[in-house]
DNA sequence: CATGAATGAGCGTTCATTCAT
DNA sequence: AATGAATGAACGCTCATTCAT
């Protein structure tokens, strides 16, 4: 992903970076309307340098996006390594989940803006959904998690995660939703309880 | 919301009410970014006619909103209508919150539009929220709604549900979360859990 | 070609010519290249008028073009008109020729510009060739104009008219070229004069 | 034009070389308007040594555009060279044009694009234009040229074919152009076919 | 009042040219 | 020298909004 072709120069590595970061902040901050222009500047380059780098504006957020996959699937990784060693599945999950939020947060406006643009962020045949996937099967098997969940579960909950929210909230939404992922969870029938 | 100061003409009526119907389908089919013109012609009337009932497009957008909130505040008060007609309170605001997501599909590009526009969609303070307010005591009272719940609860599955997919995906999305809101729920303790 | 669906308002009518003034005048002194922001400035109008008129700069250009190929065809048909009443049919042909030359000479840039911009200003299949076909007859008939003479010639001729020189050149161009249509320089025999 | 203060480096030729050679061909190719970085990655070079070769576009059109009146005038004093071993001077004048034509629709593109960029393609007082008086002079006397025929008309005719046409239309241009040059031709007097 | 033409700031993008490496 | 990254003015075009008809 940060290999080239032939190494860049120093500079362009590093203006690659500082437009990276650039539109990152400023589409969290703005939204996905923010001008490349606007982004330029905020990196300190002209706009050529810009287009040089991202030919078009869904490249520039295509990268950011990508950039956001990438963390994402470090994150499963890790949380796999985790409990490869021992820790529980469903701690490492729950953990995974609040992390990935966390980040989600700040890559709000990109994922919205993504799909008008017609760049898409798909986690699916990735590195992260065989983690994830491996982890699951963990969580089961110590039945600590759901029978039926599957990563597709994953993905619903982290798309639906209330990333434009304050901090507060989000803690507040994983505390409600997060055991459902519990095999506990699962023996809940609505219809009984509403029978009560 | 639609009180106006003086009574309007009938066929002023008549524009507001297809101007509100072309914003809600077109901003739905084409995302927020549709044009006032486009509006206005799917509507039938000129540019200028837009602009009479709606200033800006900010104000349009958030008119299409309001429709929503009242459309929500209905289905609030209708469900408490049932639940103090002997409805199991449970089923009542699972009911009310599937009736909810599938609105909200509907108004999803407005919704997404909104906060770009500077519109808001505040549920807070309305009848809305006392509706559900009676009807989370009922559930409390009857053991089967867990005893945290609060409307801001409500409002956060709400506006984190994966209105922007599919259908199976959303029915996924309420399996896995809606149990979430019983007693029964409550008891779940991620930590132990985590501990078997 | 100028009638509307709807009568345009008179205003719009008064920007529309303004427009194609100072495209023509425009594109005539500076090249196809001109901004259409610089022509807009020239017409007195903004740009977003403009494009109201001539959706891109392939229409505004395509519009000069066909107000020009319109000329051409009045030029002809008036052309033919004469040669009906009994006036000479080389001497109307001449003169037509004489015309174009001066007409196309405003138009030159507007014509070298079309093919970049994929607008095309075709004359064939038009009022003008069907003149011009008659008129070739005429002389023909008269004995005036070679027997071989096409509709395509006149065409190879006018596009191939010196229009962005000066006046004198011109004249000069058309003392040399206009004598091949008749009937005598048809006797010429190039390479028979070469071995005299 | 080709002879620098300094004899330059054998790679500096050449580079110069390739570029001049990328430079007509992408011209030919695409228009007047290809860019300087297409022109480079033709040629094989950066645009930083297209640039030191050349300063500005308007010095590579110029360049490409000297090569052509170069050839030109090869073409100009081989003919004369042709005459003065007895060959008859009306068929060479039309072995040349016929070859200038020939050479002229490759640099078409060039020659189009010089204006707008300020070059120019001067043939005056160029070793063109003294053995072209010559060869004019010469077909006088043989009887066979128009005895007002100047070298400026020469220029005009060039300047005047349709280079940006098919080989078929150039030929019958040709056809219907070159017997304007002779001795014949100056002696139909339009005015008088006119009245016949 | 409705109409729709006019406005003009702003957008994404290009490209001749410069300059650090 | 050669390289190619950086510059930034300019372009074609859009669209929320205004205003003459």
């Known amino acids: 992903m940060t290999i080239q072709q032939r190494p860049m120069r120093a500079d362009a590595i590093r203006n690659r970076a500082k437009?990276?970061?650039?539109?990152?902040?400023?589409?969290?901050?703005q939204g996905p309307d923010v001008g490349m222009e606007v982004i330029a500047a905020t990196a300190g380059v002209a706009v050529g340098?810009?287009?040089?780098?991202?030919?078009?504006?869904t490249d520039l957020v295509g990268a950011v996006l990508a950039e956001y996959v990438e963390q994402i699937t470090n994150e499963a990784e890790a949380a796999l390594d985790r409990a490869r060693s021992g820790a529980s599945p469903?701690?490492?999950?729950?953990?995974?989940?609040?992390?990935?939020?966390?980040?989600?947060a700040i890559n709000e406006?990109?994922?919205s803006a993504a799909p008008a643009l017609g760049a898409a962020a798909d986690l699916d045949e990735s590195r992260a959904a065989s983690a994830l996937a491996e982890l699951i099967e963990k969580g089961i098997a110590a039945g600590q998690i759901r029978q039926d969940l599957?990563?597709?579960?994953?993905?619903?909950?982290?798309?639906a995660a209330p990333l434009d929210q304050e901090e507060p909230v989000r803690e507040r939404w994983a505390a409600l939703v997060l055991p459902c992922l519990t095999a506990d969870a699962a023996r809940i029938d609505l219809d009984e309880v509403g029978q009560r």
Request: charged share 20%; glycine share 2%; proline share 2%.
């Open 19 to 29: 437009i990276l970061d650039a539109a990152r902040a400023e589409i969290a901050a």
């Open 49 to 57: 340098t810009l287009y040089r780098h991202f030919p078009t504006k």
């Open 90 to 104: 469903l701690g490492v999950i729950v953990e995974f989940l609040h992390e990935v939020i966390r980040i989600s």
């Open 109 to 111: 406006a990109a994922k």
């Open 150 to 159: 599957t990563v597709a579960d994953i993905y619903i909950l982290i798309s």
